[in-house]
């Protein structure tokens, strides 16, 4: 692909990726809003958040990316974009929690087929750039989380949140009909051979660098997904932000200084895996250590002044891990086997990163509502607390990366 094509093309995949936080998110921005016009309690809404999600998201994410390794990668975006992006502006008309459920289930099935075929096919647009690449592609979650939150304080407070859900749905559909008039489908790099799944699973489980991306990304997507959750709603009981600062301080952070952090993860996980490919997991331990120990010290102080300079620290680096494990499998894991490898680490990484970490927070913060005044704090203080697997998983990672490189490239030519 031609160099201002290609770069045109990573533009659009990383717009694609903002929409799909831009809806994946809305709900958690606007989280205060919803539960007291539905009535919902916060285990209602961890499981909104979480696991009536995940579920979905992680059931559908390995069939499609099993379409997306043999079959038109473009096509599939661009359908499974508009599917979420109907569902989402099907939310603004909900009125109740069972309906909300099924709406949220409906985005979920969406967004699960966007990011393998997107992933698989930024590897073929940029075989020696792959690092940028996916460092770019994920910047698009920044400057969705940054589009979402000038979306969420400008239309929930002039025309509520159910018109925010249908506003930003229909900007989704108007993004697939572009997608699908603009892109092309890039030519793949290596010959791909339909396999059933029992021959995937079986090289893939067979793969040490794939399974402990895997577990790294787990720890990762947890502590993400439940801080991401209820952030928001924290900062607004906690400190008394209302919905334009607690998004303002999600949009500065995770949007715009996340952004920066994201898009200079790339080039330097690139230059640190020319001198040493252990790098790719010592850097993502370093980053989700600190994001770790940011959040547990940052809401346990009462002082805003002080707390939300600590609480900002996790969510700029919040995509930095991510990006180093799209890195590794676009890297150690063969090019046949790339999408349905993003997509089956995203199975189990949804299921129990994604979907019990906010269902964890929100469980545990109703438990903890009889007895605190605000049960957010010891909630979230104990419910990351399992993301810390990811740490351990990242460092092991950096002893197999090494070994699983040469593997491929003394495949390749046995397969030429």
Not at 35 to 63: C, E, H, N, V
Not at 322 to 328: D, R
Request: hydrophobic fraction near 55%; charged fraction near 10%.
């Amino acid at each position: 692909m031609k160099t201002a094509r290609g770069y045109g093309f990573l533009l659009l995949s990383a717009i694609v990726y903002a929409v799909n936080i831009i809806d994946r998110q809305l709900l958690p921005l606007m989280a205060e809003a919803v539960r007291k016009d539905i009535a919902l309690s916060d285990w209602q809404m961890g499981l909104l958040t979480g696991i009536s999600f995940a579920a979905f998201y992680a059931i559908f994410t390995l069939p499609i990316a099993w379409i997306a390794d043999s079959g038109n990668r473009r096509n599939l975006v661009a359908i499974c974009l508009g599917v979420f992006s109907l569902a989402t502006a099907a939310c603004g008309f909900v009125q109740n929690f069972a309906q909300l459920v099924l709406a949220r289930m409906a985005v979920a099935i969406g967004e699960a087929g966007t990011t393998p075929a997107s992933l698989s096919m930024l590897a073929d647009t940029f075989p020696d750039r792959k690092g940028f690449a996916s460092g770019a592609f994920t910047a698009g979650g920044n400057l969705g989380l940054l589009g979402g939150v000038l979306l969420v304080s400008g239309l929930a407070s002039q025309m509520g949140w159910r018109a925010t859900f249908a506003i930003t749905g229909l900007l989704g559909i108007v993004t697939a009909a572009i997608y699908m008039l603009v892109v092309r489908e890039p030519v793949r790099l290596s010959p791909v051979v339909r396999q059933d799944y029992r021959q995937v699973l079986r090289r893939l489980g067979s793969h040490s660098s794939f399974r402990l991306a895997t577990l790294s990304m787990i720890g990762i997507l947890f502590f993400t997904n439940a801080t991401g959750a209820w952030t928001p709603a924290f900062l607004a009981r906690a400190h008394g932000l209302s919905i334009a600062q607690a998004g303002l301080f999600v949009g500065l952070t995770s949007g715009l200084i996340g952004m920066i952090c994201v898009l200079l993860t790339g080039p330097l996980i690139d230059r640190l895996a020319r001198r040493d490919l252990r790098w790719m997991g010592w850097l993502p331990a370093i980053a989700l250590a600190i994001m770790i120990a940011s959040m547990a010290i940052g809401v346990r102080i009462e002082d805003t002044r002080i707390a939300l300079p600590i609480l900002a620290i996790a969510p700029c680096l919040a995509l930095v891990p991510p990006t180093c494990i799209f890195a590794v499998l676009q890297t150690a894991v063969p090019a046949g086997l790339r999408a349905s490898a993003t997509a089956m680490l995203f199975l189990a990484a949804n299921l129990l990163g994604m979907g019990i970490g906010p269902t964890l927070v929100g469980a545990l913060s109703s438990y903890w509502e009889t007895s605190s005044a605000l049960s957010l704090r010891p909630a979230l203080f104990y419910g990351i607390a399992p993301s810390m697997i990811g740490v351990v998983a990242c460092l092991l990672l950096a002893r197999t990366i090494a070994r699983d490189v040469r593997a491929l490239s003394d495949e390749m030519p046995a397969s030429a």
